[in-house]
């Protein structure tokens, strides 16, 4: 288990040896923490993800939400996170039907840090048809680049660690308005998610921002979310654009420097108004 100070700030100090040339120094070095994470429903264990054990209350929200397990915060009666020797337990109560439903996409083997399909018994669980998203987003390319811009501000994990993802929501005028980290690019979603959840803000209020590849799993849980545009600072997967085509989804990758390429649904990315770039 990592030491307490990682589930407030994310990570913790380990001696090492810098080389430099012919110099070195021993150090203490910041690096991020993960820890198995056991979401249970209604006292049924469902997976086991391996994330950063930081805003677990948001991942635990956000995950319910993003994997499809329920469709509302009010439909979640219950949420405690629980420490254990091993890692952290939390226990979500849920409706009965959402709890039996279950049962046809139960994941019986551990999750890990870098996939969010991974532990999924079956191929259908794995590739549920993607959510259609609405269309009522338009933002310019220059609020597209101001929330890159705006983003490392926010990335204070990876600028002690530099070992974070991180996962953001901007405004239509592309302030960022809140991010949040881990080592895996899906449990960062999964937390900003329940966080806006919780906040009870509209994901067609802004768009998502991401410091990833604009992988597949983001793809499927962007559109389960109701995010109508996912713009990424690398280049989405061609699964992940088919995803996005089929939902409707606004899917931009290479988003650096004040450029990007957009690969799907095109047509919310206005047109510059008077005196924009």
Do not use: W
Request: glycine share 10%; aromatic share 6%.
């Amino acid at each position: 288990m990592p030491a307490a100070e990682a589930f407030e700030f994310g990570f913790d100090c380990y001696s090492g040896r810098r080389y430099n040339g012919a110099a070195q120094s021993d150090e203490s070095l910041a690096l991020i923490e993960e820890a198995p994470i056991a979401l249970n429903y209604n006292g049924r264990p469902y997976a086991v993800m391996l994330a950063t054990p930081t805003d677990l209350e948001d991942f635990a929200l956000g995950f319910s939400l993003s994997e499809g397990i329920v469709a509302a915060v009010g439909d979640i009666s219950e949420l405690d996170v629980v420490p254990a020797r091993e890692g952290v337990s939390i226990m979500v109560g849920i409706p009965a039907q959402d709890a039996e439903r279950l049962e046809a996409y139960r994941r019986t083997v551990a999750g890990h840090g870098g996939c969010g399909l991974c532990g999924i018994e079956n191929l259908r669980a794995a590739m549920r048809p993607p959510r259609c998203v609405g269309d009522t987003l338009r933002v310019t390319p220059a609020a597209i680049a101001r929330s890159f811009a705006d983003l490392p501000a926010l990335q204070r994990l990876n600028a002690r660690t530099g070992a974070a993802h991180a996962a953001a929501f901007a405004g239509r005028d592309g302030g960022v308005v809140a991010a949040r980290e881990d080592a895996g690019r899906h449990n960062a979603l999964d937390k900003l998610i329940g966080h806006l959840a919780r906040q009870r803000v509209d994901m067609r209020d802004g768009f998502l921002v991401m410091s990833s590849r604009g992988s597949c799993e983001l793809a499927l849980k962007a559109c389960t979310a109701g995010f109508e545009m996912m713009a990424s600072i690398s280049a989405p997967t061609g699964l992940a654009v088919r995803i996005a085509v089929a939902a409707g989804l606004t899917l931009i990758g290479f988003a650096r420097d004040g450029r990007f390429t957009c690969y799907a649904a095109p047509e919310r990315v206005a047109a510059p108004g008077p005196g924009e770039v």
